[in-house]
């Protein structure tokens, strides 16, 4: 399972995200998407975490927490939809 964290600062780091949800367990992997024709990032991240259990708590804890001057969205990743291509990809290739 992943968490979504939606609504970030465009400042934010992978460091940054990593150093907050550190605080309810271990991070296995951060995937910050950009923009394909420019390059920026999209204002939302995807954090993988050790266990369900820590990802629940940060979940709890974080959603609509007040971080960098945005109240930011945390909750359970929702699978990709499909665009109709036949070819599938996951939200961590980037």
Same mark, same amino acid.
């Given at each position: 399972?992943?968490?979504? #964290?939606? @609504?970030?600062?465009? !400042? *934010? $780091? /992978?460091?940054?995200?990593?150093? %907050?949800?550190? =605080?309810?367990? @271990? #991070?296995?992997? &951060?995937?910050?998407?950009?923009?394909?024709?420019? !390059?920026?990032? /999209?204002?939302?991240?995807? %954090?993988?975490? $050790?266990?369900? %259990?820590? $990802? =629940?708590?940060? &979940?709890? &804890?974080?959603?609509?927490?007040?971080?960098?001057?945005? $109240? *930011?969205? %945390?909750?359970?990743? /929702?699978?990709?939809?499909?665009?109709?291509?036949? /070819?599938?990809?996951?939200?961590? &290739?980037?």
């Amino acid at each position: 399972m992943s968490i979504y #964290v939606g @609504n970030l600062d465009y !400042g *934010i $780091e /992978r460091e940054d995200l990593s150093e %907050v949800f550190n =605080d309810y367990g @271990n #991070v296995k992997r &951060i995937y910050m998407p950009t923009d394909r024709e420019t !390059g920026r990032k /999209r204002g939302f991240a995807f %954090v993988e975490m $050790e266990s369900q %259990v820590n $990802e =629940d708590k940060a &979940i709890e &804890i974080l959603d609509q927490a007040l971080w960098m001057g945005r $109240e *930011i969205k %945390v909750n359970k990743a /929702r699978p990709r939809k499909s665009r109709g291509s036949a /070819r599938k990809f996951s939200h961590w &290739i980037a």
